[in-house]
Structures are given as structure tokens and as C-alpha cells.
């Protein structure tokens, strides 16, 4: 048996047990059967198989098409016909006639012509002769109507004074946000035209605003949430911002102009710079300094510290993460620091300290410029400058496996190396300075200054701690210095008072070893009060929990 007949015929087997009147016709529009309730509601009326659709119902056109009504025996049907294919083609077509049709679509639109009634906007319907075929209750309370009916059927013109919906429907054009006058009010008018089939049927009408009033209400409404939000992006801007220029960073030796003329050069182009200083040289300081000098000034400066973080949130940190992602993942997902430092500078302080697995996902993120978050499905590009700072000999590091060399070149582009203080004594004194009026301004202490022994004292130390020490002891002297504001030797650390010698300089380095045995045993008393709970020990101690872990680490202390 033919495929293509063996299908028809199981679909004219199939149509049987359908309640709906069908019929089937084959590609030439000629009948060739229909289903026992066709047979019932067509019988009487005439002998359908064989003959061509439009014969019994001209109102079908060659192409399918649905919604033809038909009246059979004085009642109302549609007509909706249907293409039948297989795989080769349209082999034929369904009409199925639906007595239903016409009350469930008269019901929606009573539905939907009750709701539009009941809705609070003004809004008026013409057809393509500018009559009224819909008027909304809140418009005819504004026009004064006793209701909506008295004003279907007539000219828009009769209705509305001043309406221009009749000359909408003869331009075609739409009129957005008209003025016009309704009864004493000045009312904002929006007008539609409505096509169909690329003739226009008719316009709608639309009042935004009852009252010009409202409008302006709105304006000025707007007007303060646009002056709200500018501030809370620049506030944003502020906190995100580089807060230090070249101006902030204080002296005037050759060493630290050097530096300083280097890192301005660099800040205005788009390379990956490195900084390179001991402990407490402003390796920070210079971040903010280059961010701010360069193109991307007004995008967000994005500090990230890698030895602060856990190891095991540096990658969330870093690239963020989609909702679900992992047991404890925020609703919604979070963005990493290269999302938020989109358009600006990524600052990676201490890049020493990133762990090797880190290191890899990093110079994958920097060679293909962009990041996949965690649990994400798609990568995302990203325009971030990066900054990186490290008190270690990457180098040396990367001679001992402890640091990939592809990712050293990648990031010592431009490498910026700070002196420390020790090498730039003509500074001391400058730096001090700026620091006590710092100071005072937070301590509240007006005219602080320091004796010429301090000055001395402070210009004979090494600085082992930089200008992060220096500021320390600065602090600490201010806090117990008498009413005259002055600072004398006395109120320095007790290392100062016992001599300016090369002795005494040995004795700051063996300070250093006592405070480190100091620290030790800290931990180590903080452990044992803890039963060896880590977190519990670092909230003890005042220190983030990855903190601990590395001092415990540094000193070899372990828990058993």
C-alpha cells in the first residue's frame, strides 16, 4: 500500500471518534471523507464526499485559513482549516467547524472590554472614520459623560474638544506627549494610529497625565532621583577610587624622585606594572598614585590583598560565582574583583603569596581577558589593568617552584621597585612631618611637632619596618605627649632612649627577634586555651583565620 495513502487513511479512521464536525480534503480541495458529527449536522443538506470544498463552503479560500464563519441551519459556525503534511509535503487538509467558537470569543472580549472599562487610564478607541468605538469610565468622568455609551458612534470632535485623533488617522503619524485643554485642565495626550494589513483602521488615544501638575510632580520627582543617584555614584566612585596621588607620596631624595618619575610615565599606558618593596614602603601608595594618573581614573580601583584571603575563597574573590554554585553561595551569585573592577585597575597586593593552582587560573584570566565564575556556563570579558605588589624575589621564587615563570613575565612588564627608608634618610624628617599633622587631626593634638633629639633619633634608625614603623612610633608618642605638643625623647619606644650607636642599632635587630618570640609564644598560648580550634585561636588573637595560619606556618607550630 502507498505510504502517503495508508497515512490518510489512518487519519480518516482517526477524525471517528472526534466530537468536533470534520472533514478531510485532499490537495486538490476535494473531499474525500468526513467524520459521524459532519455526517449528522451536513446530512440533510447535501452529499459532501467528492465534491470540492468551496462547492459546499465558498467561504473557504484555496489557502488555509481559520475563523470563516459559516451559518448552517440558522446557526453560527467557524470554519478553521488546517494543512496536513508528511514528510514529503502537504498532502491534503482538516476543516473543523466549532459552534463554540464565537461565544467563547464574544465572552473574551466582553472580558477584556469590562477590564479596559474598569482600568483608571483615560483611553479612547475611533475607527478609521475618526468615530468613537471605545471610551473608557475614567475618560468620561474626566469629560463629564454620564457614561461611556452616550459617546460611541459619534465624531471624536463631538466628544473631545480639541482632539486631533482624526488628523492621527490622516498622517498616520503618531503624536507622543501633546498638550491639550480638557475641561479647565491641562492634560499630556498620547495618540496611536492602528494598521492592518497596511491600511489604518482606526486610532487610540491615551491621557498620561490628568493634570500638567502631576506631570510636574513627576519631573521634580525625577529630577531628585537623578541628583540622588549621581551622588550615591559619585560616593561610589569615591569609596572605589584610588584615594592617594603623586602628591601624597612624601620626599625628596633622588631615589624616591627616580621612582616617582617612573611610575608617572608609566600610569598613562596600558601595561601590567609591578611593585616591588619591603614591608611598609607605600607599594600601596604608588597603586593609587598610577591608577589615578592613568586613562582609567574615573573606573574603580579594586585592592585585593592574596595574603589575606583564605585559599580556599581566593578563586570566588577573584572571579565570583553563580547562585547555587557551591553549599553557602549567595542568591543570585556575587561578581569577583575583575567584574567590579571593570573600566579600572585590579590591585594584587602580596601576588607572592598566591597559591600555585590560583597562579594558573590567573594567567589564564590575563592571556585571554576574560573569567568564567564559578559555576557559570559562559565566560565574561573583561577591561581590567592590573596592578601587582610583592615584598618577595618573585624571581627567586619562580628558580624554586614556588612561583610559574610565565605568570612573572606577565605580570614584570613594568617593574617599579620602591627604596626603603633606610636608603633614603633625607626623607625621614619629611615624612615625619606629614605624618604628625596626619595624626594630629585624628588624635585631635593641635601644633604637634618633635625636639631636635628626636629628629636626630629618628634620622640615626634603620627603619627596619619603613614608613609603616615610622608611623607607629609616631602614634604612640603622640598619645602620651604633655599639653605643649611637643615630642621629646622620652615619650619614644625604650630602644630609642638607650643610645644612637652602631650597638644600638644591632639591639632594633635583636627587638625584631624578641617581638617574633613574642608572637610565637602568643599563638601558641592561644592554641592550647583553644584545644587546638584554629578560628577559635584567631579570634583570640585579633587576626583573620588565613593570618594564623601562616604565622603557624612561619614558626613551625603545629597541633596535635
Known sequence: MNARLGYHLEFEHLIQYVQYPMLIANRQGVITSCNNAASKLLE????????????????????????????????????????????????GSLIMMDDQFHELLRQAVDTYETALMD?????????????????SRSYANLLGLPDSDSAIGKHCTEVVKNTRMHKVIKTGKPEIGHLMDINDKTVLATRIPRFENGQIIGAIGKIMFHDVDEFKALATQVQEMETKIEFYEQEIKRIQGAKFSF???????NKIKDVKSNAEKVAKSRSTVLIKGETGT?????AHAIHLASPRSAGPFIPLNCAAIPKDLLEAELFGYESGAFTGAKEGGKPGKFELAKNGTLFLDEIGDLPLDMQAKLLRALERKEIDRIGGTSS??????????????????TQQGNFREDLYYRLNVFMIEIPPLRERKEDVIPIATHLIDKLSKEIGLIGASMSED???????????????E????????????????????????????KGR???AMDGVYSLKEQMESTEKRAIMKALKKSDGNKNEAAKRLGIHRASLYRKMEKYEISVH
Open 44 to 91: 440533510s443538506q447535501i452529499e459532501m464526499t467528492g465534491k470540492h470544498v468551496q462547492e459546499i463552503f465558498p467561504e473557504l479560500s484555496e489557502q488555509p485559513k481559520s475563523n470563516v464563519q459559516v451559518s448552517i441551519d440558522g446557526k453560527s459556525y467557524a470554519l478553521i482549516q488546517f494543512p496536513l503534511h508528511d514528510k514529503r509535503g502537504q498532502i
Open 380 to 397: 565574561k570579558k573583561i577591561d581590567v589593568r592590573i596592578i601587582a605588589a610583592t615584598n618577595k624575589d618573585l624571581w627567586e621564587m
Open 470 to 497: 615610622l608611623e607607629n612610633v609616631l602614634e604612640r608618642s603622640m598619645n602620651v605627649v604633655e599639653d605643649s605638643g611637643t615630642i621629646e625623647m622620652r615619650h619614644l619606644p625604650v630602644y630609642f632612649r
Open 247 to 253: 602628591k601624597s607620596i612624601i620626599g625628596n631624595s
Open 454 to 468: 628626636v629628629k636626630h633619633a629618628l634620622m640615626d634608625y634603620s627603619w627596619p619596618g619603613n614608613i609603616r
Open 282 to 286: 607605600g607599594k600601596e601608595l604608588f
Open 501 to 503: 650607636s652602631r650597638d
Open 119 to 135: 482600568l483608571s487610564e483615560c483611553i479612547l478607541g475611533v475607527d478609521e472614520k475618526g468615530h468613537v468605538n471605545f471610551l
